[in-house]
């Protein structure tokens, strides 16, 4: 049985698809939905937050709800790209080249507002036509996302994957596997040092998990014991109790995968310590790239090519314009680097 809250929803974006109701308009009120088709309150307000998620409407704040300017073909003319990077008065203006912004300068008017004053220029962001790149976004910025969804913004998030938004973004779960791949030939024992899962860093729970999938996948070999995780800023009170672990027993894994490049060097340094080398006594797979660590023997980074997905940006540029319902999301493999001697 189909529901009223899709009847309702249907038949609104009827109205706006045929012309009755055209980008700008402000809706019927609630009161007057209510009226007209018998539904209750609770019905309306879903309906209409149907047509919001999906950006057919939004709302402003005492105001009403209005028709989206996407729905009547209003292009991108000019991006946005906010970045937790960037400090300072320079919100809104255009950078140089070699930046995100400044490069997307010679195909569109770009400009850049760092993450900071995301909230205080809410309405500057909201303005027709403008859409929003947002460049390894913090999760406290979520409720800044919902706010231009609702006023049908177009969003790119790069390196982050939140609810549903259009993305470019590692693929952790197939360069993991690559990796694992790669030092199961040599042992099939695995452990794993990662940083505690946090809410603002979403991308450490989804390399955890592609690292407990490809151990499964590949049959590998991971027990309780040889997993750890802990507070970042606390690494190096647990250094020693990870170390001793690996590095002072007969019984430890050949291969570890550390989810945080930070960890390896200390990691390596401890090990060494305890007359241990990395490459005969053990193996890593690390997540990220450290050019420190290219001379160190038995090491493989997972590289992260950002470069790669800022040159996406201006193809969801172009596919938003031809159709701005189209959902993009990308992923992007990292690449394999091996160490020296590897």
């Not at 303005?127 to 231009?148: C, D, E, I, Q």
């Not at 992260?304 to 031809?322: F, G, H, L, T």
């Not at 189209?326 to 992007?332: E, G, H, L, Q």
Request: aromatic share 10%; net charge neutral.
């Amino acid at each position: 049985m189909i529901r009223k809250t899709s009847i309702l929803s249907e038949r609104i974006l009827s109205e706006i698809n045929s012309g009755s109701l055209q980008a700008g308009d402000v809706l019927p009120s609630r009161q007057q939905y209510m009226r007209r088709y018998k539904y209750s309150r609770g019905t309306v307000d879903a309906a209409i937050g149907m047509l919001k998620r999906d950006g057919h409407v939004y709302s402003r704040r005492g105001g009403g709800t209005y028709v989206s300017g996407r729905s009547a073909g209003v292009r991108i003319e000019r991006v946005v790209v906010v970045d937790g990077g960037i400090s300072g008065h320079v919100a809104f203006r255009r950078l140089e080249s070699g930046s995100l912004a400044g490069g997307l300068g010679t195909k569109i008017e770009s400009a850049v507002c760092p993450a900071d004053d995301v909230y205080a220029n809410l309405d500057e962001l909201c303005r027709p036509g403008n859409a929003v790149v947002w460049m390894r976004p913090s999760f406290k910025l979520y409720l800044a996302m919902t706010h231009l969804a609702s006023a049908s913004v177009p969003q790119l998030l790069i390196g982050r994957d939140y609810g549903g938004y259009d993305h470019v973004t590692t693929d952790a779960c197939e360069g993991i596997l690559c990796g694992l791949r790669v030092l199961a030939e040599r042992s099939r024992e695995f452990a794993l040092i990662s940083d505690r899962s946090d809410p603002d860093r979403p991308y450490i729970s989804e390399r955890q998990i592609a690292f407990y999938r490809g151990c499964v996948e590949l049959g590998l070999i991971l027990r309780p014991e040889w997993i750890f995780d802990f507070d970042p800023a606390q690494f190096s009170q647990e250094l020693s109790r990870i170390g001793r672990t690996f590095f002072m027993r007969e019984d430890r894994p050949r291969n570890i995968f550390i989810e945080n490049v930070r960890a390896a060097p200390p990691l390596i340094a401890f090990a060494e310590a305890q007359g241990k080398s990395c490459g005969k006594d053990f193996m890593l797979l690390v997540f990220d790239f450290d050019p420190d660590l290219l001379g160190c023997e038995g090491v493989l980074m997972l590289s992260q090519d950002w470069e790669a997905m800022r040159a996406m940006v201006w193809d969801w540029i172009k596919s938003k314009n031809e159709d701005a319902g189209r959902s993009f999301k990308r992923r992007v493999v990292p690449e394999l680097v091996f160490g020296k001697g590897n």
